[in-house]
């Protein structure tokens, strides 16, 4: 842990010595999902492969940059790309820039990605609002040693998905004449996509969506007592079990369609955002 704290500190000291803002909400984009940041006034954009201890995304659509910037007249750093754990990173890995977004002086974090819908009501390009998740990961970025520095040993998630900035988001897609879905999100390792008997297993324990990430960081941000608003992008269907052949290309198309709602959504957001 100690370790950990140690690079920490060198990641947030090597991103303090290049901006001057003091960013309040972190940001992380997910597939097909990083336009939001044409939308940011760009104070500083950092290519990951050159902040000390960081990841490098692979995958395709993730861009890989640390962006810093302003928001709807609210100092942000924004994750354009994430990191999963089917790249063979461990979730320590994974969740580790958000352990350095808090040592920047985050509060609240919004998490966005492209999900797979499960739900009946559901079509491609719809939007949900995370209620609440399922880790089937088969890990958990908290196992090891704690450091009651950074948060307790057993957290509660009793909300994860806070209340308050969910509800906001709701309002605000209503506002606008978006039509929301509020669900489930289910956390599979990837990266293949799912066989119709493991849809069917997670619709009957309860989920609405799944996908391949945002849990880790989601555990993390709250075990650094970080508030959390989470969206997911309905890319592909999986309704009822009955499962269409897709492909990535195709879901990061459903993705980009989807796009526009999902930045007013979250400018909105973080414009209504009281720090």
Known sequence: MENLKAKIQETSAFIKERTRLNPRIGI????????????????????YQEIPNFPVSTVESHQGNLVLGNL??????AMQGRFHYYEGYTMQQITFPVRVMKALGIEVLIISNAAGGMNRNMKKGDL?????HINLLGDNPLRGPNDPELG???????????????????????????????????????????????????????ADAVGMSTVPEVIVARHAGIRVFGISCITDLAIDGVVEPVNFEEIVEAANQAEPKLTTIIKELVARIQL
């Open 152 to 206: 307790p040993r057993f957290p509660d998630m009793s909300q994860a998905y806070d209340k308050e900035l969910r509800e906001l988001a709701l309002n605000i897609a209503i506002e606008k004449g978006f039509y929301v879905h509020q669900g489930v999100y289910v956390a599979l390792p990837g990266p293949n996509l799912e066989t119709p008997a493991e849809y069917r297993f997670l619709i009957t324990i309860g």
């Open 72 to 77: 709807s007249g609210k100092a942000v750093v």
């Open 28 to 47: 992380i984009l997910g597939t097909g999902l990083g336009a939001l940041v044409d939308d940011i006034e760009i104070e500083r954009v950092i290519p």
């Open 128 to 132: 949900m609002i995370i209620t609440d």
